[in-house]
């Protein structure tokens, strides 16, 4: 598990949580958006599983949210979320003979 950037996949090495303004030296994302969150989940209202922030529209550029914590996690690369939807899809309607 590591604290990376959710576009490309570089580490983050620095300790602490990235500034509204620091973006990725490899891509150029911003660090400190939605997508980098640990809180930042797909299936949760706003997708945000921290009831206290205030709803974001752009999940992908820097904002100001005060309970943003960089997410430690594996990357899966930037394209994975359309073949993850798709496979699950699939396993479902394996599961359920549709």
């Not at 990235?18 to 949760?44: M, T, V």
């Not at 529209?57 to 820097?62: I, L």
């Not at 594996?74 to 394996?94: L, V």
């Amino acid at each position: 598990m590591t604290r990376h950037c959710w576009k490309c996949g570089k580490i983050y090495g620095l300790e602490g949580t990235p500034g509204r303004s620091e973006a990725c030296e490899q891509c150029r994302a911003d660090l400190h958006a939605c997508r980098n969150c640990a809180h930042f989940d797909r299936a949760a209202a706003h997708q945000c599983r921290d009831r206290r922030a205030e709803p974001v529209h752009d999940k992908e550029t820097a904002n100001f949210c005060e309970w943003f914590e960089l997410a430690r996690r594996e990357f899966a690369g930037a394209e994975s979320d359309p073949d993850r939807a798709a496979k699950a899809r699939d396993d479902f309607n394996k599961l359920f003979g549709g």
